[in-house]
Structures are given as C-alpha cells and as structure tokens.
C-alpha cells in the first residue's frame, strides 16, 4: 500500500483566500483523523471521521474550518477565509482495528506545509 | 495545564550514548501510551506502545510506564545519527478513543 497521501505537499496562498487540502487514506482504514501541528502547539487533533461520519469536531478551531469525507477512500479540509495564524503543517493519519492489537494506532501523510501571507 | 508535557529539547548526545524521553500527564485514566517519531518534513511514525505499566523493549529501544507518577519514558540505546528526529509521546483512554500527543522532543546524535 502507498500509505496515507496528502496533496498538496506545499501550499502558498494570500489571507482571505479558500485552501483545500485533501487526504487519500489506507484501503480499508475505517478511521480518519486530521491534525495541525505548530511548533507551539505541537500536534493537535482537528476532527475525526469512523466510516466517513465525523465523530469528533470539538478540535476544529472556528467556523472557518470545515471537513468532509464524501467516500472511503477521500477526505478534504478546507478553511474560508485563510488567515496569517492558519499557517502550519497539515497531518492526515487514518487507522482500522483489523488486524491491531489497538485500534488507535494511527498512520500518517507526509503532511501539506500551509503557508498564509 | 496540558493533558500531556513533554519537554521540548533540543537534545544533543554523541553516537552510542544511551537516551532518556519522557513525558508527564495528568489524567489518571489514560491506559493506551505510544511513541511516535518523526523526521523532519516527514508524518510521524508509531515507534513504540504499551499498555497500562510496566516495559517493553523492542530492540535498541525500550518504553516504560510509571502510572502511579503519570510518567512514561523511552529509552534509547547505542544511539545513532539516524536516530535524530522528533520524538511524540501520545496516549489515550480507552482502546479506540483519539490520541493526545504530546509536543515532541527533538533529538539530535552527533557522529
């Protein structure tokens, strides 16, 4: 398997505009989590989806923010308006209980560096 | 006060020195605890779990659970330059339930 694959890897873009990133999980990974990491902040759960339902938002910083997983195999984070403070790395990681002896062992994408001038 | 500490580094030790990670946490009900690493410009990656207390060695590396001090620690060995990375503690309630990470530790082995 690929892995998990985020796109794009590098994201450039003026305050206002809309950013989407997207997300390819692991076949047959049930579970999808996004993260944003800062240096301050560390690595921080934004919401997380079981079987393309989103389970837990409470990580989603404001309005601004919005995530959908119309499929198993594609997810999107998109943030309108972007905003200078927005800037981070982007983490995907999805994860399944088949075959763990947790099921919380999460994999993830080599991650989508967001900058916002 | 964060669910999870973990002190930031950097730190720096020469190749074979013996490494100490750690990290502190307050919630008494966390029973899921891993290790992640990850490189620069890369996603991290799980390295170690441990369930409850008590260790487990895997190789150079070894991961200890003190529940009665809230404290977890890995342990590196024979350290090497491809060691250096940033190292996640993260944990969780139960055996389904999302991760909290901690900040990371930035390690560094010099030749």
């Known amino acids: 398997d690929a892995g998990v694959i985020q796109s794009p890897r590098h994201e450039v873009t003026e305050m206002g505009q809309e950013v989407t990133l997207r997300c390819k999980p692991i076949?047959?990974?049930?579970?999808l989590f996004w993260y944003r990491q800062t240096m301050m902040r560390g690595l921080e759960l934004l919401i997380y989806f079981n079987n393309n339902v989103p389970i837990d938002d409470s990580g989603m910083p404001e309005d601004r923010f919005s995530a959908k997983m119309p499929n198993a195999s594609f997810s999107t984070l998109k943030i309108q308006p972007s905003e200078p403070r927005d800037s981070a790395v982007y983490f995907c990681?999805?994860?399944?209980?088949?075959?763990?002896?947790?099921?919380?062992?999460?994999?993830f994408g080599a991650g989508t560096r967001l900058s916002v001038l | 006060q964060k669910e999870v500490e973990q002190d930031p580094g950097p730190l720096s030790v020469p190749e074979g020195a013996i490494v100490s990670l750690n990290c502190t946490y307050s919630?008494?009900?966390?029973?899921?605890f891993m290790w992640y690493r990850q490189y620069s410009r890369k996603g991290p990656e799980l390295l170690m779990y441990t369930y409850s207390s008590g260790n487990k060695e895997d190789g150079r590396f070894t991961a200890q659970v003190d529940k009665s001090s809230k404290y977890i620690s890995l342990f590196i060995r024979d350290s090497q330059p491809s060691d250096s990375a940033t190292y996640l503690c993260?944990?969780?309630?139960?055996?389904?339930?999302?991760?909290?990470f901690g900040t990371g530790t930035r390690l560094q082995v010099f030749p």
């Open positions: 919630n008494s009900a966390f029973q899921y």
């Open positions: 076949s047959g990974h049930d579970y």
């Open positions: 990681a999805s994860s399944s209980a088949l075959g763990q002896p947790i099921q919380n062992i999460q994999y």
């Open positions: 993260a944990m969780s309630v139960g055996r389904a339930d999302k991760l909290i």
